[in-house]
């Protein structure tokens, strides 16, 4: 007969032990990385200026909009007077602008105004508080906790990674600090510490590894970024201290992270409920069912990966293939070459981390991973020994 047990599998006091102490490594790597390549000033966010001197950015309604000149009147306040104004247009084919349009205009210092780009802040606004509403309504204090890592994980970016790329530092090691040092507030915070998350972030961060090495090889050899694009461009207008190469790797290294640890938090979860279900199976047996849950995620993740590139640049891949080039010469191109490279580096460190996660829960929560609630006979704790599994 299958034997079930309510009681959640416990790695033994060894194996919590292994665990922390493999733990306590990735973090000593992480320290010794990060003050390799800590940054030195933090002024340089916010150093370019990006305006004119004098001039400065005021909100204001659209009133009006002539489709055929492009000129705009539009609505400001200034002083705490709403005052009515001409603003000339963006000069850029296709913006529409509509009355009711809230557009964010610069103010030169003659009083001129120019149109610069929508006001978005209401909008967004409205979708993020959707979207923690949602999150704490649905998953509650865990998905708190995950609110929380997710901000301290873009301070890490914020605060360090791109500060420490400006100044030059080495890109992998920068990548890799970054993406533990993340990873560890994402689990950690949204799960807490336990042998579950501990085995779900060692599994990320042996397919972290694994993208590093590859992605170190696929950007030299496909020579990725190759053409600078604008944005490659302006970076090094303003700062030559940034190495295109390096950012395309750190970029490749992080690219992955969210859907990496959703797939090592979720094999983590399956071992430790097949555990729960099933005691009296074998550690190979863990290993072979939860895989079949790993390779549907596989599948899933694979389709992610890659449609979430499709869709975030659909007009760019629109643009390549309008031009009578062949398929090989518009995959390889430089626009969108980097964007497959990522996504085969990004998909082989996913891939490789499934079985990798699937292997380490299943040895951390053997056989007697489960054990039985005190006996009320007797007030004493005892642990029930397995039966033998059954042939599946």
């Keep these: 007969m299958h034997s079930h047990s309510d009681t959640a599998p416990r790695a033994s006091r060894r194996t919590s032990l292994i665990l922390g102490v493999l733990v306590g490594i990735i973090g000593i790597g992480v320290v010794i990385g990060a003050a390799m390549t800590w940054p030195t000033n933090l002024s340089t966010l916010g150093s370019e200026q990006l305006v004119p001197d004098g001039a400065s950015w005021v909100v204001a309604d659209v009133v009006s909009a002539d489709l055929q000149t492009g000129e705009i009147v539009a609505d400001i306040t200034i002083g705490g007077e709403q005052t009515r104004v001409m603003v000339e247009p963006s000069g850029v084919p296709g913006t529409q602008i509509e009355s009711g349009d809230s557009i964010r205009v610069l103010e030169f210092p003659d009083g001129s105004l120019s149109f610069s780009d929508f006001d978005r802040t209401q909008p967004m606004l409205l979708l993020l508080s959707v979207y923690v509403v949602a999150v704490l309504l649905v998953a509650r204090w865990r998905g ?25 530092n080495i890109p992998v090691v920068v990548g890799l600090v970054t993406g533990a040092g993340a990873l560890c507030a994402l689990l950690y915070i ?150 497959v490279v990522r996504t085969l580096v990004g998909s082989i460190g996913l891939v490789l981390a499934v079985p990798l996660t699937t292997a380490i829960g299943a040895l951390v929560v053997g056989p007697h991973a489960v054990r039985e609630p005190a006996d009320h006979d007797n007030g004493a704790r005892r642990e029930t020994a397995s039966p033998a599994a059954e042939p599946v």
């Excluded at 890592?149 to 791109?162: E, H, K, N, R």
């Excluded at 201290?241 to 790797?249: D, F, K, T, Y």
């Excluded at 074998?282 to 790993?294: E, L």
């Design 190 to 339: 949204a799960h807490g510490p336990n042998a579950r998350t501990t085995t779900a972030y060692l599994g990320t961060i042996a397919g972290l590894s694994v993208t590093a090495v590859v992605g170190v090889w696929a950007v030299s050899a496909a020579k990725i970024p190759g053409v600078p694009g604008e944005a490659e461009l302006s970076l090094l207008y303003v700062n030559g201290n940034v190495q295109l190469r390096g950012l395309a790797l750190s970029g490749l290294i992080l690219a992955g992270l969210g859907i990496l640890n959703d797939v090592t938090v979720t094999q983590a979860s399956a071992v430790w409920e097949l555990r729960s279900a099933r005691p009296d199976l074998p550690r190979y047996q863990v290993f072979k069912r939860a895989m079949r849950i790993g390779r549907d995620h596989i599948a899933s993740t694979v389709y992610t990966f890659a449609f979430a590139y499709v869709g975030a640049s659909l007009p760019l891949i629109m643009v390549v293939l309008l031009f009578d080039t062949g398929a090989e010469t518009a995959i390889t191109s430089s626009e969108i070459a980097g964007e």
């Design 144 to 168: 708190a906790g995950a609110l929380l890592g997710l901000a301290v994980a873009f301070g890490i970016v914020v605060f360090y990674t791109v500060p420490s790329l400006l100044e030059g």
